[in-house]
């Protein structure tokens, strides 16, 4: 069964400092991956998703990630934090690559409440 | 485009109630899914359906029902309410290759 590990249920950085929420996935096939991103009683948002394309992926709002097979992980960076970060962030797998991925739901990780210190 | 809309937004039920999720998205995506989130877990898949008529279950189905009767809608129904059902209840949509667009969800407190 596929499963995703968020490391650390809260992370605190100051304002300006670098971001680094983990993820690390199992897997025995390509996966898709994906970081959303939650706002206080919103939905999800797509930050950022990894289809077997580039490895560094690109998002929104200035996050990165990369994903990296040996080490199975898909770590999200920001290089300076702003206040508008502050928010619940999560990591997704899907691992229908075979069937253009997504059909049958996401598995998420527990989530990241990313705290920002002025 | 209104994107995924879900209704009602808060809810309140009585232990053995039933009621029904409204889920509608107007971006004519053939994949719609039914998501539960409790604190502190993610989420969780309760169902899900690849086009009208065609639906499967997820993660955690037993309580629940749906139905794809329109590409647009696809409602999820608590038959008998269990406290165990209060949580937050999102509904998503997609094509075939993974992005998935959330509606802003449902609270439900079952008491």
């Known amino acids: 069964a596929q499963s995703v590990t968020q490391l650390g249920s809260h992370v605190s950085v100051s304002e300006g400092a670098l971001v680094l929420l983990r993820c690390n996935y199992s897997?025995?096939?390509?996966?898709?991956l994906f970081w959303y991103v939650q706002y206080p009683n919103q939905g999800l948002q797509l930050l950022l998703k990894?289809?077997?394309?580039?490895?560094l992926v690109k998002g929104i709002n200035g996050f990165e990630a990369e994903f990296k097979k040996s080490e199975t992980s898909f770590h999200l960076t920001k290089p300076s934090a702003h206040m508008s970060d502050a928010a619940e962030y999560f990591c997704a797998v899907s691992y229908s690559a075979y069937s253009g991925g997504g059909a049958d739901g996401l598995t998420f990780g527990k989530g990241t409440h990313l705290i920002i210190q002025p | 485009n209104a994107g995924v809309t879900q209704t009602p937004k808060f809810r309140i039920l009585k232990i053995g109630q039933s009621m029904t999720l409204q889920c509608t998205q107007d971006m004519n995506h053939n994949y719609m899914y039914w998501y539960r989130q409790d604190p502190g877990m993610g989420l969780k898949l309760i169902y899900y359906?690849?086009?009208?008529?065609?639906?499967d279950k997820g993660e955690v189905p037993n309580g629940y029902n749906v139905s794809r009767s329109t590409t647009e809608d696809f409602p999820l129904r608590l038959e008998l309410a269990a406290p165990s059902q209060t949580s937050v209840y999102f509904c998503a949509s997609g094509r075939q290759g993974g992005t998935q667009y959330f509606g802003p969800g449902t609270r439900l407190l079952v008491l």
């Open positions: 990894y289809t077997s394309a580039a490895t």
């Open positions: 897997s025995s096939v390509p996966p898709y």
């Open positions: 359906s690849v086009g009208a008529g065609i639906t």
